[in-house]
């Protein structure tokens, strides 16, 4: 009677040990999950993002390539593509630390992509939500100027 009492004993204790670990690891998961999700960057309307761009203490960044750029952007703005490997050493290279960086692409999803390893890196960013499409839907100027 004794063995069974401890057997069911030692039973039980066995699977707390085991409920306790997969807890901690949905935790844990869990907690990494949230994590990965936190955005380290701002959006902006096109309203807010062209009030953003009157400020002397910011740099507008369009994240697209040169082609795309060429075709036609935001009047000011830096051209540094986000989809070539040296993004961020040419960033640090151009853009200054101590100022706010509105980036912007065509359709928001980039420059998204570019603001979070630009914030990553210590940047200030602020993404146009939407990109130039949603700016030029608000028959917001655009330029070919170089």
Same mark, same amino acid.
């Given at each position: 009677?004794? %063995?069974?009492?401890? *057997?069911?004993?030692?039973?039980?204790?066995?699977?707390?040990? $085991?409920?306790?670990?997969?807890?901690?690891?949905?935790?844990?998961?869990?907690g990494l999950a949230s994590a990965c999700g936190q955005k380290n960057?701002?959006? /902006?309307?096109? $309203?807010?993002?062209?009030?953003?761009?009157? %400020?002397?203490?910011?740099?507008?960044?369009?994240?697209?390539?040169?082609?795309?750029?060429?075709?036609? *952007?935001?009047?000011?703005?830096? $051209?540094?593509?986000? !989809? #070539? !490997?040296?993004?961020?050493?040419?960033?640090?290279?151009?853009?200054?630390?101590?100022?706010?960086i509105a980036v912007y692409c065509r359709s928001g999803r980039r %420059?998204? $992509?570019?603001?979070?390893?630009? /914030?990553?890196? !210590?940047? #200030?960013?602020v993404n146009l939500k939407g990109g130039i499409m949603a700016w030029?839907?608000?028959?917001?100027?655009?330029?070919?100027?170089?």
């Open positions: 009677m004794q %063995s069974i009492c401890i *057997h069911n004993l030692m039973s039980k204790l066995l699977n707390f040990q $085991n409920m306790k670990k997969i807890l901690t690891c949905l935790l844990t998961v869990l960057y701002e959006d /902006a309307d096109v $309203n807010e993002f062209a009030r953003l761009m009157a %400020s002397p203490d910011v740099v507008l960044l369009d994240v697209r390539t040169a082609a795309e750029y060429a075709e036609d *952007h935001l009047s000011g703005a830096v $051209n540094i593509d986000q !989809g #070539q !490997g040296d993004f961020i050493a040419k960033a640090k290279a151009m853009l200054p630390a101590d100022k706010k %420059s998204a $992509n570019a603001a979070q390893r630009l /914030a990553a890196e !210590g940047y #200030q960013c030029k839907n608000a028959k917001m100027p655009v330029t070919t100027d170089p």
